[in-house]
């Protein structure tokens, strides 16, 4: 290995709201990056205008940010080698489509976009498909087909003209994948790409290279999808001279739908019903909101933990990690080659795992918000206390108001399945003898109302069980919660002998 800084790049292009698939490429990159001492880069890849999103950056940036990554080198902290944003870096491509054209690389096209759909419609009539390559250039409308005069003259009037590559038809372009292993790829079944566009932009494989050539990228991890266009960028490397500097290749793998095949899809949020982005975002022109993970209640380190383990696995059974922990860990070696499968299910444990072993002090200041919306009062209320007793129960912080509402309200209604089951005939009766020797407890604790309302109804022989599930319907309104004698100290003796007369005087059998 050579000593080369490690230096990774995200280069997403901002055409919608970051995928959660997106989300890991950066991640893996990002863990990558810290792993190995180096900087993670971004780069915005807007050189498509016609599939420009407004907001659509933003919402990247906002994201990485929200999921714990951060940015060492990108369009709001530029380091040496920027601008960070491609249609920022226009006038740097020209010059490199210009050198591969007299290095004989590249060649100029001059075809219209009409004359190229009617041979693509010409060959669909003959049931084959019309590649622009080896076989062909010599038939289209470019400066290997024509002399040498007339390219000049049309490149003087200013005829639209595209820059495409020359694909070699001899070479066998081979590499070895940092996740992959070997591959290998046949020139010659590859089409002559366009690297620069009538409209003085280049397309995505020459600022790609240029730009992981002049921002110094040691390594390139990115999606499997872009690994046909890997023998491009190798050629394109070797053709501007750039072989020895050259990033290693990590293509990652699909994440797969829930149910196992297929690449999970921006669509499938909404018709699985889970989030696939990770913030909501509300689509510029429809007004659309689609669902977000942070909108949805995760943690952020309970959505990083989740993602870094699709398609990594750190060869251990562990599978709690905090985003330390997975820097220290990371490598590439295991990542594995085949898609990984997305499950809902397990991105709700990874969160309950979060919220449940979460401080409590940190757990009420996620929950204030809810409370102050609620227009409750809690003061006196030891709301850590609250907390830590119920965050075994619930997956998310917004789940925390149904599981904790009878400590800040008495009930206002009765949960009917309950009243049926344990609000037998005597049981008013005796909860009016409970509440006597209940308010007549002086240390207002747990155990001491315990012992009294135990001792009652072991002298009176009533049942434990049936007494304190009558006592539970009538403090909390409902068969749930955490220890009933807790939940009394907690709310007080006044409320407590308030719930137990609103029992005794509403529950209707
Ligand atoms: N702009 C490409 C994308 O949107 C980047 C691919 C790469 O990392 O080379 O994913």
């Known amino acids: 290995m050579s000593e080369r800084k490690v230096r990774v790049r ?54 990485l940010k929200w999921s714990g990554m951060d940015i060492d080198e990108g369009p709001e902290n530029p380091g040496t080698c920027g601008p960070y944003r491609q249609s920022e870096r226009k006038e740097i491509y020209h010059e490199y489509a210009l050198q591969l054209v007299q290095s004989g690389d590249a060649y100029y096209a001059f075809d219209t976009p009409e004359e190229l759909d009617a041979v693509r419609t010409a060959h669909e009539e003959k049931k084959e498909t019309f590649t622009y390559n080896a076989a062909t250039r010599m038939s289209m409308r470019n400066s290997l087909s024509m002399d040498a005069a007339e390219v000049e003259k049309l490149l003087a009037e200013g005829v639209p003209a595209v820059i495409r590559f020359k694909m070699p038809t001899d070479q066998e372009v081979s590499d070895t994948d940092l996740i992959r292993g070997k591959v290998k790829f046949q020139a010659s079944l590859l089409d002559d790409k366009v690297l620069y566009k009538a409209d003085g932009m280049p397309t995505y494989h020459l600022a790609n290279v240029v730009d992981d050539y002049l921002m110094n990228i040691s390594h390139v991890i990115r999606g499997e999808e872009w690994l046909p266009s890997l023998p491009l960028h190798i050629l394109l490397y070797e053709k501007l001279g750039w072989t020895s500097q050259r990033p ?5 793998p699909l994440i797969l739908k829930p149910v196992g095949k297929g690449k999970l899809s921006k669509r499938d949020g909404d018709k699985l019903g889970f989030p696939v982005f990770p913030l909501e975002w509300k689509d510029p022109q429809s007004g659309d909101i689609s669902r977000g993970y942070r909108e949805d209640g995760y ?9 870094a383990l699709l398609g990594w696995n750190p060869g251990t059974e562990q599978e709690i990690f905090t985003m330390d922990e997975l820097c220290e860990v990371f490598s590439l070696e295991r990542v594995t080659k085949s898609g990984a499968r997305f499950d809902p299910e397990k991105t709700k444990w990874f969160n309950h795992q979060y919220v449940s072993t979460l401080d409590n002090s940190k757990l009420v200041e996620l929950f204030m918000p809810t409370l102050l919306a609620e ?60 509440k006597e020797v209940v308010a007549a407890v002086d240390n207002w604790n747990a155990a001491d109302i315990k012992s009294a309302v135990s001792d009652l109804v072991n002298s009176k022989e009533w049942g434990f069980g049936l007494i304190m599930n009558a006592l539970r319907l009538a403090i909390v309104g409902g068969g749930f919660g955490p220890d009933l004698f807790d939940i009394c100290e907690i709310i007080g003796k006044e409320a407590t002998l308030r719930r137990l007369d609103n029992a005794i005087q509403n529950i209707q059998r």
């Open 375 to 434: 227009g409750v009062d809690v003061s006196g209320l030891d709301l850590e206390r609250v907390v830590g007793m119920v965050k075994e129960r619930v997956n998310f912080v917004n789940e925390l108001w149904e599981q904790t509402s009878f400590f800040f309200v008495d009930p206002i209604s009765y949960d009917p399945k309950v009243v049926k089951k344990r609000w037998k005939e005597a049981v008013p009766g005796y909860v009016t003898e409970i």
């Open 299 to 307: 943690l952020p380190e309970a959505f990083v933990n989740m993602l």
């Open 10 to 63: 995200f280069a997403p292009s901002p055409t919608g709201p970051l995928h959660i698939g997106g989300v890991r490429t950066a991640l893996f990159n990002y863990l990558f990056a810290k792993k190995n001492g180096g900087d993670f880069l971004l780069r915005i890849e807007d050189t498509d205008q016609t599939r420009y999103v407004p907001g659509a950056e933003a919402y990247i940036i906002e994201s």
């Open 248 to 252: 290693q290749f990590a293509h990652l």
